[in-house]
């Protein structure tokens, strides 16, 4: 069957959404990224039609993401499923937990900083290597990332993204975490909706795929996703018209 509009939030879905050029737009410095003004009271709406079966699911600390949504508490889940909260219960990584990872980090800051324009974002538990602001590094950043994966073990893998490569524990994945969530109430028994903009969204969009939920891409490129938005311009619209009570034209099989 075909639907020809997005679905209604009142029936049994649950809304997962991606941060970095998903909800806001992408920037060329990391701490840089500014959310809107008028999202966090857009999320907060979506989430009561939701009956609070709403998360974001993101690479960032669930700190700075925290801190760019001030006194909002959203369920959410950051550095790719390593850290979360649901429902105001909050469980971290502790980066003491990765001692490689810490060693690793020093190496890396001591290898990139005859590189300008390559920047080392830190996050505790993993660590991101960016080269937007200088694109003709990407080939040294991916060697030197193989590398130390190479001498970090099966433990840790390399996860690319747009003009980033991240180094973070096997075990992290936004598609892990969001059948996680799907466990725990209000999320249990709910199929899954996930936005996303990236190849680290991927293995969400696969793992909604395999539940019968929407997945929705952001952007150009190759996907598994079933959907496409332009830009996170365009979700931000659509959103706010979803929480006044509007859908979303989207047509899918079912």
């Known amino acids: 069957m075909t639907r020809s509009v997005f679905p209604d939030p ?17 920037v060329e410095r990391p701490d840089a990224v500014a959310v809107d ?15 609070g079966a709403l998360a974001i699911i993101s690479g960032r600390p669930i700190a700075f993401l925290d801190e760019r949504f001030g006194d909002n508490r959203f369920d959410i889940a950051g550095l790719h499923g390593l850290e979360h909260r649901i429902g105001g ?14 060693d690793m980090v020093d190496r890396l800051e ?20 960016h080269w937007r602001l200088a694109p003709l590094e990407r080939d040294f950043v991916h060697a030197t990332v193989h590398a130390a994966i190479e001498a970090l073990g099966s433990d840790y893998r390399v ?15 936004k598609g892990k975490v969001i059948e996680k969530f799907l466990q ?9 909706i996930f936005i996303g903009d990236d190849l680290t ?14 997945s929705i891409r952001i952007g150009a490129g190759e996907t598994v996703a079933q959907e496409r938005l332009g830009t996170p311009a365009d979700l931000r619209h659509c959103l706010s018209q979803w929480a006044a009570g509007g859908s979303l034209p989207f047509h899918w099989n079912r």
């Open 10 to 26: 009142n029936e049994n879905w649950a809304l997962f959404l991606d941060f970095d050029g998903t909800l806001v737009d992408i």
């Open 37 to 51: 003004p008028g999202l966090p009271g857009i999320l907060k709406d979506l989430q009561n039609r939701f009956g």
């Open 89 to 102: 219960a909050l469980f971290l990584c502790d980066p003491d937990d990765h001692p490689q990872l810490r």
């Open 110 to 129: 001591e290898i990139f900083k005859a590189r300008p324009g390559i920047l080392i974002e830190d996050k505790g538990c993993s660590v991101a290597v």
């Open 159 to 173: 996860q690319f993204g747009k003009a980033v490569a991240e180094i973070l524990p096997s075990a992290a994945g």
């Open 184 to 192: 725990q109430a209000p999320y249990r028994g709910r199929q899954p």
């Open 201 to 214: 969204d991927e293995n969400g969009f696969k793992a909604v795929n395999a539940l019968g939920g929407v």
